[in-house]
């Protein structure tokens, strides 16, 4: 099996990095609120302390989860700017290749 450079691969890359980083902040959020559910029913808290230490524990698991999102996203976007950086190579390296005209044999020869 021939392996060929495809950047669309690249791209389906980066989208999956930042679909996992929409959903890590999300994850974070929610589970951070569980663990201060929990954690002020165990310190007796009663109604309104409850939902208050859960919000407040997922304001910080939402703190957390940005800054692991915000790895995966520039782990996303270093990955395009390689692919732009290719593309912008090959259209350089084409334009400089299609302005030196080609060598005939007889210019071999000379040159020998």
Known sequence: MAVHYDPSIITKHAQALYDRAAGIIFAWGFMAFIVGVVVTKAMNAQGLFVLIGGLVAALIGVMFG????????????????????????????????????PVTPEQVNRAS
């Open 66 to 101: 940005r800054g692991r999102a915000f790895a995966l996203q520039l782990q996303a976007q270093v990955a395009l700017c390689q692919v732009a950086t290719e593309a912008n190579t090959r259209r350089a390296a084409e334009a400089a290749l299609a302005a030196v005209p």
